[in-house]
Structures are given as C-alpha cells and as structure tokens.
C-alpha cells in the first residue's frame, strides 16, 4: 500500500521559522509536490522535488532524500498569511498517479 | 481570465438523485483530474484524463462517471448519489501528468441530504 505521513499540525510565531516533514513509503517514485490551501480555497502549488537536495523560492525552500523517503518544506519568515494546510503529493507511478498526505495545518500566532 | 473554472460552485440535493459538475481549463493544458476532498481535509485522486483518454481510474464506484468531450473539459457525473458522496469536488490540469504542477479549480461543495 501506500503510505505519506506529515504531522496534523504545526504553530509558530510570525517570523519565525517552521519545518514540515513529510515521510512516504510508496509503491513508486516520481517526484514530490507541496500544496498550499488556505481553508475554503483550492490548493496551489508550491515546489517540485524529483531529485535529492534543496530547492529554495524566495521563503520557501523543498528539500528530498528519495533513499530515506523524505522530504520537508521550509518556511522562512513567517507571515500570518502563511496560516494554512500544506499538503505533501507523491506521484507514485508514471502514469501520473498522486497519493497525497493528509496535510499538516500551520497556524501563525502574532 | 479564470484558468480552471467548475460549476456550480455549491450544490445540494438529496440521496438517489443524478448531477453533473463540469470542469473547464483554458492553459491548453493535456490533462485534467477529478479530486474528491472530505470533510477530514483529505484530498484523493479520482481520475485523469490526458488528450480525452482515461489514463487513471481510481477504486470510485462506478456511479461516478466521467467524460472528456474535448481537451479542455473534464466532466463529472454522478448517479443514485449516497449520503457519502458529499464533500468538496476539485478539478485540476496540468500540462504533463507527471512532473508538472497542477492548477486547481475553486471547488464544487456537493451536500447530499
């Protein structure tokens, strides 16, 4: 079966600093997203991992090591508006396929 | 312009009746997806559509159907629907099935009474 697990959630003060960690163990393996979805609005999309390492857009920066089945979205200089659900996507075939995480809510306290 | 658009945006009605949401993208994009998103937030593939071809097709009962009539619209049909189907259906598109972000549609709340 397939399995993607982010933690429910996450509270950090406007400013700081938070790490999401996304851990999967998927039949197959290719690539990884992250989502953002603001409560009653559609998910957008924020980063794209295929190979391992970082990759960093502006405040936020996606990180993968497909030999631990991890990967974990960084935001930097919280802002309140950063107050979301961040939902973590494997494509596990190639085809196409997504299984998503049950998503990790973060709240940004003043 | 709206990229992806579905309507209606909010539709209620009651257990054994048919509805329809329609999908729309105009990024001329190939592929299109049907999500459902229940009420514990969890957002699970449905369907995928890449040039009108069906090319995932995920445990769903067959009471949902859908239907490509071109590159640009992914419908979604819904027959005999059950207190369960309720929840938020999405529709998305991107320009590859595999490596290309997804752009997502407002929603369609569907509430089954």
């Known amino acids: 079966g397939q399995n993607i697990d982010q933690p429910t959630e996450m509270t950090a003060t406007e400013g700081a600093i938070v790490q999401i960690n996304c851990t999967y163990q998927?039949?197959?393996?290719?690539?990884l997203f992250w989502y953002q979805q603001h409560a009653g609005e559609a998910p957008t999309f924020l980063s794209y991992?295929?190979?391992?390492g970082l990759e960093e857009k502006g405040r936020f920066s996606s990180f993968l090591s497909r030999s631990k089945g991890y990967s974990y979205l960084l935001l930097k200089e919280l802002q309140m508006k950063d107050s979301a659900s961040y939902l973590c996507?494997?494509?596990?075939?190639?085809?196409?396929?997504?299984?998503f995480g049950a998503g990790t809510q973060v709240v940004v306290t003043p | 312009d709206t990229a992806v658009s579905q309507t209606p945006k909010y539709l209620v009605t009651q257990m054994g009746n048919d509805k329809s949401i329609k999908c729309e993208q105009n990024?001329?994009?190939?592929?299109m997806y049907w999500y459902k998103q229940d009420s514990k937030k969890f957002l699970k593939i449905m369907f995928s559509?890449?040039?009108?071809?069906?090319?995932i097709n995920e445990t769903v009962p067959n009471r949902f159907s859908p239907k490509s009539p071109d590159k640009a619209h992914l419908n979604l049909h819904i027959n005999s629907l059950e207190l369960g189907d309720s929840a938020v259906y999405f529709c998305?598109?991107?320009?590859?099935?595999?490596?290309?972000?997804?752009?997502f549609g407002p929603g369609t709340r569907l509430t089954v009474t």
């Open positions: 998305a598109s991107s320009q590859r099935a595999l490596t290309d972000e997804q752009y």
């Open positions: 998927t039949s197959g393996f290719n690539g």
């Open positions: 991992n295929v190979l391992d």
């Open positions: 996507a494997v494509v596990t075939d190639s085809w196409g396929k997504f299984q």
């Open positions: 990024l001329g994009h190939d592929t």
């Open positions: 559509y890449n040039n009108k071809e069906l090319i």
